[in-house]
């Protein structure tokens, strides 16, 4: 059975459609207002190996973080349908991942618990049309949606671009790990607990 899901979130602020393909290609089609996180979302697309189809409009008029924030909770919102009973997963991914002069640590457990810790400084406001600051409340919207634990630490770095996409590859890579099946856990929940 393919682990996909199809999500629309519509409110006030925000209307989102969202298409994701765990076992993907790696073919994305982004349409949000804010394009340097379309170009964020098409790398994390492309590195994990998932399909992911967003068309998302915005009250950015407003403000950016009703939408970057949004987005998070429905990419968290997918990953939890599409995983369904989480049954053979391996659960937990890391990945440290090089860009230039930049380093970064993303690790992600689907836990059924949720919690953010975002270890990242930024010098710019902006990076292309992204607030900075809202690049921890979209992984903040994706941990409490998906209910998992979620770290980014940024290790070193300079160039605030450098910084924001090796965050984003290095998620894709972690969830990639977090998602895949461990044929040595057969169909068990991968909890001592029996549940997640």
Known sequence: MPRKALIHRKTNET???MELTLDGTGKSRISTPIL????????FTKHGGFDLVVKAKGDIKV?????????GIVLG????KAL???RGLNRAGYFVFPMDEVLS???????????LNFDVNFVKEKIGDLETDLIKEFF????RTLQATTHVRMLYGENDHHKVESIFKGFSKAMKMACQKDIKNGNDIPS????I
């Open 63 to 71: 403000d950016q973080h009703h939408t970057v924030e949004d987005l």
């Open 105 to 115: 640590v993303v690790a992600v457990d689907i836990s059924g618990r949720s919690y």
């Open 140 to 143: 903040l919207g994706f941990s």
């Open 192 to 195: 001592t607990k029996g549940i």
């Open 36 to 43: 340097f996180l379309n170009h964020m979302l098409e790398n």
């Open 15 to 17: 209307d989102i459609r």
């Open 84 to 86: 369904g009973n989480k």
């Open 77 to 80: 919102e997918a990953f939890k």
